[in-house]
């Protein structure tokens, strides 16, 4: 025995066996860590602050998600984190047809044949789509785990109506874009039915499904009807005020790390195209106008804090302290000592440069310092992606390892109307 072992033995009182099988033993644990090292894209940046109980043996991360993308929910930012965990664990993310572009061929009732055959079968789903549970039921594996998230009704559609208002005709009646003269009498400017009506009447009842014309005030059943519907498919309702706190209960859901659900904040707008406070008054008439969602989001904010009270309040808000605490680190290695978002006309990386919705709206992306390349360059650049560049980078990645690069894509019969796009100059 080397003569440090055998201090060892005399100082522990150890037999010969047990120290080899410590040596043995730390080697083995120095191996995994250096290969865990290797094959991570972030280091480990914190402990976890809330174990598992002694007693309850880990479980394998669920990798089966469907995610069910609302709208200005903060979800681009949501999808992003399960685009990079599907990434790493080399899986397959539905991915929409060409025909649909960036979308489930949104605002139709999803349909599986609006994936693109290369992204079939998936085992993550994260693009816009109206929900229809039979579809998605059809299309995802058994197991699947299905999440949301849902935002404050006012906060909400204040935000619908700068990001839509150059394309919902709702909008575009009001005079002077005035989010005020439309609250105050939104029948004299809102039509059923028409092209992207639903950005401007319970968006959120839209997305998951419901009929966005009903009035809990006149069919109190109809509410009930659908909280149950949601609460019967969905495992895990996030709220978006609560946006760390809900990544908690998310990878708790999911036994995923915290490195795992780490995130760069995507599709902000500048402080120029959004209210920094609504007023009380108009957050009301918000609320009236959209009292579909408002029901919607009161019940499901309860339920949140109820779990979030089951799992220990104490513990998720360590947890989301230490979230927050590694993501800013992993800002600053990433985009430099002093992050900041920026205006897509100052961002150097083509990749990085956020779609516009309009003139009027400017949407706030992140840049990487120059000079920079790498695996850890490449991680960042994931972190920072906007939707449309990571789902077409996607997609060409997922028809390459389906041997699909070479093949024409396929057309829709009946096409769905075409999905949003920026304005071309002088229109």
């Known amino acids: 025995m080397p003569p440090i072992l055998q201090r060892l033995q005399q100082a522990t009182k150890m037999s010969r066996?047990?120290?080899?099988?410590?040596?043995?033993?730390?080697?083995?644990?120095?191996?995994?860590?250096?290969?865990?090292?290797?094959?991570?894209?972030?280091?480990?940046?914190?402990?976890?602050?809330?174990?598992?109980?002694?007693?309850?043996?880990?479980?394998?991360?669920?990798?089966?998600?469907?995610?069910?993308?609302?709208?200005?929910t903060a979800g681009t930012t949501v999808q992003n984190i399960l685009f990079r965990f599907a990434e790493r664990h080399?899986?397959?993310?539905?991915?929409?047809?060409?025909?649909?572009?960036?979308?489930?061929c949104y605002p139709r009732n999803f349909s599986a044949h609006f994936v693109h055959p290369a992204t079939r079968p998936p085992h993550v789903l994260a693009s816009h789509l109206r929900f229809d549970r039979a579809e998605l039921?059809?299309?995802?594996?058994?197991?699947?785990?299905?999440?949301?998230?849902?935002?404050?009704?006012?906060?909400?559609?204040?935000?619908?109506?700068?990001?839509?208002?150059?394309?919902?005709?709702?909008?575009?009646?009001?005079?002077?874009?005035?989010?005020?003269?439309?609250?105050?009498?939104?029948?004299?400017?809102?039509?059923?039915?028409?092209?992207?009506?639903?950005?401007?009447?319970?968006?959120?009842?839209?997305?998951?499904g419901g009929d966005n014309e009903r009035s809990p005030r006149d069919d109190a059943a109809y509410?009930?009807?659908?909280?149950?519907?949601?609460?019967?498919?969905?495992?895990?309702?996030?709220?978006a005020e609560y946006f760390d706190e809900s990544l908690v209960l998310l990878r708790r859901l999911l036994a995923w790390d915290l490195e795992d659900v780490l995130y760069a904040?995507?599709?902000?707008?500048?402080?120029?195209?959004r209210l920094a406070a609504i007023p009380a008054a108009l957050a009301r008439a918000a609320r009236a106008w959209n009292a579909l969602d408002a029901g919607l989001y009161d019940h499901f904010n309860a339920t949140f804090w109820r779990r979030v009270a089951s799992a220990g309040r104490a513990c998720v808000e360590r947890?989301?302290?230490?979230?927050?605490?590694?993501?800013?680190?992993?800002?600053?290695?990433?985009?430099?000592?002093?992050?900041?978002?920026?205006p897509a006309a100052q961002i150097r990386t083509k990749q990085l440069q956020p779609w516009q919705p309009s003139r009027k709206?400017?949407?706030?992306?992140?840049?990487?310092?120059?000079?920079?390349?790498g695996p850890a360059t490449e991680a960042c650049l994931k972190l920072a992606m906007p939707e449309v560049q990571y789902s077409s980078y996607l997609l060409r990645k997922q028809k390459r390892r389906g041997g699909m690069r070479l093949r024409p894509e396929p057309v829709l019969d009946n096409p769905p109307p075409r999905p949003i796009r920026a304005l071309r100059p002088g229109h």
Request: charge should be positive; glycine fraction near 4%; include cysteine.
């Open 90 to 104: 080399n899986l397959t993310v539905a991915l929409p047809h060409p025909s649909c572009e960036h979308q489930f």
């Open 265 to 273: 904040r995507l599709n902000a707008r500048a402080a120029s195209s």
């Open 223 to 239: 509410l009930a009807g659908l909280i149950r519907q949601v609460e019967e498919v969905f495992s895990l309702v996030m709220i």
């Open 319 to 342: 947890e989301a302290r230490e979230l927050r605490e590694a993501r800013e680190r992993l800002l600053r290695r990433c985009f430099g000592d002093e992050p900041v978002l920026r």
């Open 137 to 208: 039921q059809r299309l995802m594996p058994p197991g699947t785990v299905y999440v949301t998230i849902l935002r404050e009704p006012a906060a909400m559609f204040e935000s619908l109506f700068s990001y839509y208002n150059q394309y919902c005709p709702a909008f575009r009646r009001v005079p002077n874009a005035s989010l005020e003269a439309f609250l105050r009498a939104p029948e004299a400017y809102y039509r059923a039915g028409e092209h992207f009506a639903m950005f401007a009447h319970n968006t959120l009842a839209y997305d998951l």
């Open 17 to 72: 066996r047990k120290i080899l099988l410590l040596v043995l033993g730390c080697s083995t644990l120095s191996l995994l860590i250096h290969q865990g090292a290797q094959l991570s894209w972030y280091p480990r940046l914190f402990p976890l602050s809330c174990p598992p109980l002694q007693d309850s043996p880990p479980r394998p991360k669920h990798m089966t998600v469907a995610f069910l993308k609302t709208h200005k």
């Open 361 to 373: 709206v400017d949407i706030m992306g992140y840049d990487l310092p120059s000079g920079r390349a």
